[in-house]
């Protein structure tokens, strides 16, 4: 069972307590696919995040080492990073186009263009977050 929406906006905290909230999306996935999504925030993988790549590549590795990942899932978490988060912007686009809230609100705010961008920021640097978990280039596709 996956969350779906692992990122800092659904997370409560307290002075002695973690909590995720939001449940609404659960359903069935793989664990990468969550976990991608959760780098993507809890790093976070952004070029509006204010933060150098190589911060943002010891988050990603603090992540992906708590979280006890093989070097064979590490290679296929580099590969789907981008297709994750673009995989946001498409369903906020088709929401959109459909008329469905709230994602047809999100996309008029801009959020499938913050998404968009985020997904071509961490494309164009999927050789720094290999070389972040050890990954050789010939390891990724």
């Known amino acids: 069972m996956c969350h779906h929406d692992l990122a800092p906006w659904n997370l409560v905290r307290t002075s002695t307590q973690l909590t995720f909230i939001d449940w609404d999306g659960a359903g069935p996935g793989s664990r990468l696919w969550d976990l991608a999504y959760a780098v993507h925030g809890f790093v976070p993988l952004s070029p509006d995040a204010s933060i150098s790549d190589e911060i943002a590549s010891q988050r990603l590795a603090a992540l992906v080492e708590g979280y006890g990942l093989d070097e064979e899932e590490r290679a296929h978490l580099v590969d789907m990073l981008g297709s994750r988060i673009r995989s946001m912007y498409e369903h906020l ?42 990954i050789t280039a010939d390891s990724i596709d």
């Open 93 to 134: 686009r088709s929401g959109h186009e459909m008329g469905v809230q709230p994602w047809s609100r999100l996309w008029n705010e801009g959020h499938g263009r913050v998404w968009l961008a985020d997904a071509i920021y961490v494309d164009v640097r999927r050789s720094t977050w290999a070389m972040a978990l050890g």
